[in-house]
């Protein structure tokens, strides 16, 4: 079955840099759709970056020039790499993996915080 198993999440201080992994198994990685989304307590669960099969890439904008997103075909995995980050980037982040009919896989999730 298909698996997206999250990792690199944890405690930054404002201004720091992190980078979260999700490995997918139990599918053709390439022509598949990656995303990071995330969810702070009281919030819905919102859309962070996402990158087409084709490498094509959009950012929610509260993060656009802090946040990359990219990916890795031959390892079936998807990064972001987040800079400058804020304490209201604190969030439980989710790996997402929407397939070409439009059904999503989810990670587990793993917790950013950024605190001082």
């Known amino acids: 079955q298909v698996q997206l198993v999250e990792s690199g999440g944890g405690l930054v201080q404002p201004g720091g840099s992190l980078r979260l992994s999700c490995a997918a198994s139990?599918?053709?990685?390439?022509?598949?759709?990656m995303g990071w989304y995330r969810q702070a307590p009281g919030k819905e669960r919102e859309l962070v970056a996402r990158?087409?099969?084709?490498?094509?890439?959009n950012y929610a904008d509260s993060v656009k020039g802090r946040f990359t997103i990219s990916r890795d075909n031959a390892k079936n995995t998807v990064y972001l790499r987040m800079n400058g980050l804020k304490p209201e980037d604190t969030a439980v982040y989710y790996c997402?993996?929407?397939?070409?009919?439009?059904?999503?896989?989810w990670g587990q999730g793993t917790q950013v915080t950024v605190s001082s």
């Open positions: 990158i087409t099969g084709g490498g094509r890439t």
């Open positions: 139990g599918i053709i990685f390439s022509i598949n759709t």
């Open positions: 997402n993996l929407q397939t070409p009919g439009n059904y999503h896989y």
